[in-house]
Nanobody, 127 residues
Framework: QVHLVESGGGLVQAGGSLRLSCAAS????????TGWFRQAPGKEREFVAA????????YYTDSVKGRFAISRDNAKATVYLQMDSLKPEDTAVYYC????????????????????WGQGTQVTVSA
């Protein structure tokens, strides 16, 4: 069983930065891909970023490319989402997720592919 706990959300002004963390139980990185998704009120959960199982490939939705960066620290069993140049439209609850897979690319953009989810952390960007 994999347990994920997000942290790092909060309130920030437009143009500011936040770094989200997702702490994972156990050694999940050997064959687990990890992703970040977000869900705004009244909207469906959407893909934000993903990291392949090897950590060698990253994927982003177009709206965050150049502003967000996903990374991980194997020693700390933690995945990060660095968010810069934040915009009010980035406001949402952010979730991390993990799945045991060797697939990458668009396969990782579908939330139904993931087996494990964190509880979410709120990010609010004021104008």
């Amino acid at each position: 069983q994999v347990h994920l706990v997000e942290s790092g959300g909060g309130l920030v002004q437009a143009g500011g930065s936040l770094r989200l963390s997702c702490a994972a139980s156990g050694r999940i990185f050997d064959s687990y891909a990890t992703g970040w998704f977000r869900q705004a009120p009244g909207k469906e959960r959407e893909f934000v970023a993903a990291l392949s199982w090897s950590g060698g490939n990253t994927y982003y939705t177009d709206s965050v490319k150049g502003r967000f960066a996903i990374s991980r620290d194997n020693a700390k069993a933690t995945v990060y989402l660095q968010m810069d140049s934040l915009k009010p439209e980035d406001t949402a609850v952010y979730y991390c997720a993990a799945v045991a897979t060797l697939y990458g690319g668009s396969w990782l953009a579908r939330p139904e592919r993931y087996d494990y989810w964190g509880q979410g952390t709120q990010v609010t960007v004021s104008a």
